[in-house]
Each structure stands twice: as structure tokens, then as C-alpha cells.
């Protein structure tokens, strides 16, 4: 820990902004979306759908602040809503999702799927995990979105081409790089204010993966 401060304090001297990421053990330049209320959001969109048994499901945290940030954002929509929140219906897959075979069923979702029959919809941390989930759903006989509700985050390209397109939380991520170059220009022009964070707001893309239950 102290080496990595050693080399990060290094850095500060230098013109650098971190992009989608942030280190709280040392003060520094950074540009990054908003996870937790991106995840807020989307799971408040869930609820005022109708959906109460609201499953999560993510890749591990692992350190990554956007997974965890997603992860409360989630837990936090629900109490505000009065929903309880169920050990349950939260999985965390033991490892990350194998993107060259997301269209697959996998067998992790499937047990989480399974273990939860009164799920109506699930939030998944990110675009990859969603797909594989709506792919397991669909190869397990269960029917995206008249039975279950799939959403995402991150709104990658592929997430409108899949039988069942995606309804997720998009990341605008022309503004984080035009942020990101004009903080570091800012910077390069040897300007002396304190390290400044820039949270760059989401929003949501609604496709077909999801059915009101009102």
C-alpha cells in the first residue's frame, strides 16, 4: 500500500486525469459516470413498473468501484421504495462472465434463476451479464420479458441486437472523454486547484426486456 501511494503521489506531478475509475486512498484528477445512481435509477424504473421481487446479479466486485457503486445503488433504490432487500435474490457469480459465450446458457445464472422462481426481474451490473442472463432465460423455457424482466448497464453495441434487445443504463462516453481532455488541458495549462472529481450523468435506454406488471 505505501508503494502504491509512493508511486501515485509520483504521478501527481505530472498532468493526470483518471478516466472511470476512482482511488480513495490518494487525492487525484478523475472523470467517471455515475454507477450508483445509474443503478438508482434503473431499479427505481423497475419498481414503478410493478416489480417488487427485484433480483441482482453481477461479475465479482473485486475492487472495481463501478461494481460496487452499482451494487448500492441497487440496495438503496429498494429501501427508498420500502422494499426488502433479499440475501437471496442477490448473486454474485463466482467468476466473471465469459463474454465469448454469452449466448449460451450458464450455468450460474441458471442456479440463480432457479433458486428464485418469484423473481420478476433482474438488474445486472453489466451489458455481458444481462445477456447471458436473458440467453439462459430463454434457453431455460422462461420468456424475456412476459415472465422475467432483464436489464443492464453500459448500453454496448451489441445490446440492441439480441433476440430479446436490452433495455439498460447508457454511459454517455463522448462526454467523459471530453471531460477527461479538457480537465487535463486544464491541467497542462498549470492550473493549482485542488483535485477535482467529475461525475458524468447516465440515463436510460428502453428496449423490449422488460414488461410492467401493473
Known amino acids: 500500500a505505501t508503494a502504491r501511494y509512493m508511486a501515485f503521489d509520483g504521478l501527481r506531478k505530472l498532468p493526470l486525469v483518471i478516466i472511470d475509475r476512482i482511488f480513495h486512498e490518494v487525492e487525484i484528477d478523475c472523470v467517471y459516470h455515475d454507477h450508483y445512481m445509474g443503478s438508482y435509477q434503473m431499479t427505481k424504473y423497475l419498481v ?5 421481487e427485484v433480483g ?8 472495481i468501484t463501478s461494481r460496487k457503486e452499482r451494487y448500492q445503488g441497487y440496495i438503496q433504490a429498494l ?7 433479499k440475501i437471496q435474490n442477490i448473486h454474485f457469480r463466482s467468476v466473471a462472465c465469459d463474454t465469448s459465450r454469452i449466448n449460451e446458457c450458464d450455468p450460474e445464472q441458471e442456479q440463480f ?3 428464485n422462481p418469484r423473481m420478476t426481474a433482474i438488474m445486472c451490473g ?3 451479464v444481462a445477456i447471458s442472463t436473458i440467453h439462459t432465460a430463454l434457453q431455460m423455457g422462461i420468456p424475456v420479458p412476459e415472465k422475467l424482466s432483464i ?3 453500459s448500453d454496448i453495441q451489441l445490446a440492441a441486437y439480441i433476440p430479446t434487445p436490452l433495455t439498460t443504463v447508457r454511459q454517455d462516453t463522448e462526454k467523459l472523454a471530453r471531460s477527461a481532455v479538457d480537465l487535463l ?4 495549462g498549470n492550473s493549482n486547484e485542488n483535485p477535482i472529481t467529475i461525475k458524468i450523468q447516465t440515463s436510460i435506454v428502453e428496449r423490449q426486456s422488460v414488461q410492467s406488471r401493473t
Open 48 to 52: 414503478e413498473k410493478g416489480h417488487r
Open 56 to 63: 441482482y446479479t453481477s461479475n465479482p466486485i473485486d475492487n
Open 79 to 85: 429501501l427508498d421504495h420500502k422494499i426488502p432487500v
Open 113 to 115: 434463476i432457479l433458486d
Open 126 to 128: 453489466d451489458d455481458h
Open 151 to 153: 436489464v443492464g448497464f
Open 185 to 188: 488541458m486544464k491541467r497542462v
